[in-house]
């Protein structure tokens, strides 16, 4: 094996490269640097090893021959290890220093480009680092360096006289010294700055200013590493060009407490309308060891969630024609789509992702009938008592389980709201934060089964879905935010 230097990018987990994405889910070790994130170290399986080696103002997880010394020592066993650096590795992240043990050790290695954060941020914020007629190019540069010090590497006075676009990594508690250095060397102290927190992220914010008041500024506001600094005249354009804030959720930060591998759809709808979304899966979906399934004698067979179809379909072989014989129903219009996924198509659906629903739909039609009910192992028995009330020889088969996970922090809590698709994720989160009053929670329900679990437990609901699918879900999130 390999060992990889990947950029992580600007932040947002959706801005890795698809080759990054792809090495983290396979990867045997991972070695984490802070501003990696906390989104992507969840994608990983759940037996890799992950080692924090992050440094912060204060704090060292391992120094930078320790981390080399690591990569050295887990490449040599053949592994395959993901060094996830945020940004890219080779702008200012240190990563040929990582190259030049590795070679030097022997070990093959191999660098994947991530978005750099210097143009990343910027991007986010409405700021063009390079704009026809205002600036022709763009200097990045380290402000950790003090330019008070005469040793320093950092040349300000060429770059004051440069112009163009200057941005600043890691410069924020110089800034009154960086500022001073290039009026001082003859920038004009009514240059425009912006200063952009925690860019592309949830926590984003973007703070504006002058040479001349932009440290007065930041200190008033509590601007706070990491942040990334703008120098230049760009950054008055992003008065007419900025496009987060014109978004229906701009700003607003959500979380998505459905489990991971069923939350992209919501999280990429919810992102689309401008929303900083917080990945804070509260469930795993854990499928169940099943005997073959003979789905072929059965007249009617029930799918009752979107996590039901795959699993049902490999219960059975493989060969969605052993079904051709039996209807299919599914609840509510989400089930019919996963479904249609994996080329089956619901003879009924009820409009609303309740089992009350389908059983209304139901009941007049069963009796007599064999009917098997595809579900996960924790479900209501409302259908299955209900259709044997009305005649039907109900088989129950369960599929799968709902296991408890716990978010990362206490992101989810933090948002503006947070979106619950189901009873279990309800269950979930007060199991995650047991010693919280979760009362005052702006809570979004995708229907009354859900909304009775917030009830029940004290977590509060700020409103519930019209239509009880993901288009209800998004629009009570628009009513409620935009």
Same mark, same amino acid.
């Given at each position: ?51 924090? $080696? ?45 190259? &030049? ?55 300000? $006075?060429? =770059? ?14 110089? =800034? ?32 504006? /200013?002058? =040479? ?31 496009? #987060? ?11 998505? #407490? ?30 169940? $060891? ?43 219009? /989400? ?20 089992? &009350? ?10 009796? /007599? ?13 409302? =259908? ?26 206490? /992101? ?15 269950? $979930? ?54």
């Amino acid at each position: 094996m390999t060992v990889f230097l990947v950029g992580a990018g600007p932040g947002d987990p959706g801005l890795i490269t698809v080759r990054g994405l792809d090495l983290i889910r396979r990867a045997d070790v991972l070695v984490l640097d802070r501003l990696a994130g906390d989104q992507l170290p969840l994608e990983a399986r759940a037996d890799c090893l992950q080692i924090d $080696a992050g440094k912060a103002p204060g704090r060292v997880a391992m120094t930078q021959a320790a981390i080399n010394a690591c990569l050295v020592e887990h490449g040599r066993t053949g592994a395959l290890v993901v060094r996830l650096k945020g940004g890219d590795p080779f702008v200012f992240g240190r990563g040929s220093e990582e190259a &030049e043990a590795l070679r030097h050790a022997g070990i093959d290695y191999e660098v994947v480009p991530g978005i750099s954060s210097s143009i990343a941020a910027p991007a986010a914020a409405g700021i063009p680092v390079t704009h026809r007629g205002l600036s022709t190019h763009v200097t990045i540069v380290t402000g950790h360096e003090d330019p008070a010090k005469p040793e320093t590497q950092t040349d300000w $006075a060429a =770059l004051a006289r440069a112009g163009g676009t200057l941005v600043v990594l890691m410069g924020v508690g110089r =800034l009154a010294r960086i500022a001073e250095a290039l009026i001082n060397a003859g920038r004009a102290p009514e240059t425009p700055v912006g200063i952009v927190e925690h860019g592309t992220l949830p926590t984003q914010r973007v703070t504006t /200013g002058t =040479l001349a008041t932009i440290a007065d500024v930041a200190a008033e506001a509590g601007v706070g590493s990491p942040a990334v600094t703008i120098i230049g005249d760009v950054v008055a354009v992003r008065d007419q060009i900025g496009w #987060t804030e014109r978004l229906p959720l701009a700003g607003r930060v959500l979380a998505v #407490t459905r489990a991971r591998a069923q939350a992209d759809g919501l999280t990429r709808r919810l992102t689309d309308l401008g929303a900083k979304v917080i990945s804070a899966p509260t469930i795993l979906t854990v499928p169940l $060891a099943t005997e073959p399934i003979d789905a072929g004698s059965y007249d009617l067979v029930v799918v009752t969630s979107p996590n039901t179809p795959a699993l049902l379909l490999a219960a059975i072989g493989g060969d969605a024609r052993v079904l051709h014989g039996a209807e299919l129903a599914a609840i509510g219009p /989400g089930t019919a789509a996963a479904l249609r996924e994996v080329g089956l198509v619901a003879d009924l659906v009820s409009e609303r992702a309740v089992a &009350e629903a389908l059983l209304e739909r139901l009941a007049d039609r069963v009796a /007599g009938k064999r009917v098997l009910i595809a579900r996960a192992e924790e479900a209501r028995d409302l =259908l299955p008592d209900g259709l044997t009330h009305a005649g039907a020889l109900v088989d129950v088969i369960a599929l799968y389980r709902t296991e408890y996970a716990v978010p990362v922090g206490d /992101g989810p809590l933090a948002a503006d709201a947070v979106t619950f698709t189901s009873a279990s994720t309800v269950r $979930a989160l007060v199991a995650a934060y047991p010693e919280r009053d979760l009362s005052g929670l702006a809570g979004i329900s995708i229907g009354p089964v859900t909304s009775a679990a917030m009830r029940e437990l004290g977590v509060g609901i700020a409103l519930e879905a019209d239509e009880h699918d993901l288009d209800g879900l998004v629009a009570a999130v628009l009513e409620l935010l935009s």
